[in-house]
């Protein structure tokens, strides 16, 4: 089995409030990532994390970490089920959801093709994330690639790394 961190930016898409709302998620990758999705495989373990957000102002909130732990379900070349407005609409209407405000249809229809991982989320950590300062405190995390390179939205965590992270922060969250 392996581990990943998926990030998602929280001003192009509302992680936390999916988070609350559904226990499942289709998530496109960018086909740049192409070598790691190759590894990726249904069963595996990604920690959700967020990036850091900025609020109306602007100003940086420092609120970056994992929020939640899923299990990827499947793995599949492109989406099979493209959103579109109506569907989105119809959606956020019959389930009280007004914050459904990012979709873009023609991002949409570019990424059709992307492949996608389908998620159930396990576990959520909505009212304690584990926040970046935690993580870079401790020996042998300082050096996770998402906290060298925050860029990027797929990342392998090492076996190593994996055994600190259950050891130090997520004793309570994993078997």
């Not at 569907?87 to 019959?94: G, M, P, Q, T």
């Not at 906290?147 to 050891?167: C, F, N, R």
Request: contains cysteine; charged residues 25%; aromatic residues 10%.
């Amino acid at each position: 089995m392996n581990y990943w961190i998926l990030q998602s930016n929280p001003n192009r898409f509302p992680i936390r409030e999916e988070l609350k709302h559904f226990r499942t998620s289709y998530w496109q990758i960018n086909p740049r990532f192409h070598k790691m999705l190759r590894e990726i495989e249904s069963g595996d373990t990604a920690f959700i994390w967020q990036s850091n957000s900025y609020n109306k102002e602007g100003k940086c909130q420092y609120d970056r970490g994992i929020y939640a732990i899923a299990k990827i379900l499947s793995v599949s070349p492109h989406h099979k089920q493209p959103n579109t407005p109506e569907a989105v609409d119809r959606y956020s209407k019959e389930n009280k959801l007004d914050w459904i405000k990012w979709f873009d249809l023609e991002e949409s229809k570019r990424r059709e093709k992307w492949p996608t991982l389908m998620l159930e989320y396990i576990e959520l950590l909505l009212d304690s994330p584990i926040l970046v300062g935690a993580i870079q405190s401790i020996a042998g995390l300082e050096k996770l690639t998402i906290l060298k390179q925050p860029q990027g939205t797929v990342y392998h965590l090492s076996q190593d790394e994996v055994k600190i992270m259950k050891a130090k922060l997520l004793q309570r969250h994993l078997p």
